[in-house]
């Protein structure tokens, strides 16, 4: 999709990936409409508005004042969480609800009008641990399998009638959610000592630049550490392996 003088929201915009996102998305000539739990400053946003992405009818609000939409990037996440038998059910219920709920009742919202003028354009940003996993937070792990499923359930239910979708998975980002610790809210120390091992940390922006060629070129998967795919084809040809390796990653980042 050509990006100039389209209509775009960014869900969680106020810093990380999606404030680099807002300015990327502005650069490429989009009105971009910038999100987050507080209203966020960020350069390039034509409208910034608060919007909790869990909540509906705030949803369904926002959506109404600046629609008709022609990019929605469900970008907003968190990390929290980390074994079941530490995981308080609430916390799961918060990780579920911002990374993959809010992602059904954009859609939700969204595809009625994209139908009708048979095309619209839904990112999800997902991670490399919804193709592969995230050592030390289940809830993540599982959440971000989640968005993946949605996203390519969207595609190949409404692909033909104009919908494009696309899921970012990217490795390691340096942004406050792999700054912050566990006791502020955000990944535990196995799960960022993971993440770090994997590969190398990009910066929000190359991220960003990244997304807007994904959506140039209309690709499903976007993804920023190229040997995310050596990785899920190695899990896809070898699941065994994959898991026996995984196992040992699992170690050395507990010790
Ligand atoms: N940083 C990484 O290493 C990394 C890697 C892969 C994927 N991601 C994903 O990228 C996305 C952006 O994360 P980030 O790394 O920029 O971290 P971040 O913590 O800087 O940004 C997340 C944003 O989401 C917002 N948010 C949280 N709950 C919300 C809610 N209920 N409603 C609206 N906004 C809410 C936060 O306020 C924050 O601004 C997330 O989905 C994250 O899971 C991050």
């Avoid at 308080?88 to 990780?95: G, Y």
């Avoid at 000592?193 to 070129?217: D, K």
Wanted: hydrophobic share 50%; net charge negative.
């Amino acid at each position: 999709m050509e990006l100039r003088d389209r209509v775009a929201v960014v869900t969680g915009a106020g810093g990380g990936i999606g404030r680099a996102l807002v300015g990327a998305l502005a650069d490429a000539g989009a009105r971009v409409v910038a999100t987050d739990l507080d209203v966020p400053e960020v350069d390039g946003a034509a409208v910034a508005r608060a919007l909790d992405v869990t909540d509906a009818e705030a949803t369904a609000a926002l959506l109404d004042e600046v629609g008709p939409v022609d990019v929605y990037l469900a970008n907003a996440g968190v990390a929290a969480g980390t074994d079941p038998m530490d995981t308080p059910d609430e916390l799961w219920e918060t990780v579920l609800g911002v990374n993959v709920r809010a992602h059904i009742t954009a859609a939700k919202l969204l595809l009625p009008g994209w139908l009708e003028r048979g095309e619209g354009y839904f990112v999800a940003t997902a991670s490399a641990a919804g193709l592969l996993t995230q050592i030390g937070s289940a809830p993540y792990a599982v959440s971000k399998h989640a968005a993946v499923a949605f996203a390519e359930w969207l595609s190949v239910t409404y692909g033909a009638r104009g919908v494009r979708v696309s899921t970012l998975c990217p490795m390691g980002v340096a942004t406050p959610m792999l700054d912050t610790g566990a006791d502020e809210g955000g990944m535990s120390a196995a799960a960022t000592g993971a993440v770090r091992a994997a590969g190398e940390v990009l910066t929000p922006e190359a991220v960003a630049a990244a997304v807007v060629e994904g959506i140039g070129r209309e690709e499903f998967l976007i993804l920023p550490h190229p040997e995310v795919l050596t990785f899920f084809r190695r899990k896809a040809d070898d699941y065994e392996r994959w898991l026996a390796g995984m196992r040992r990653l699992q170690e050395s980042v507990s010790r």
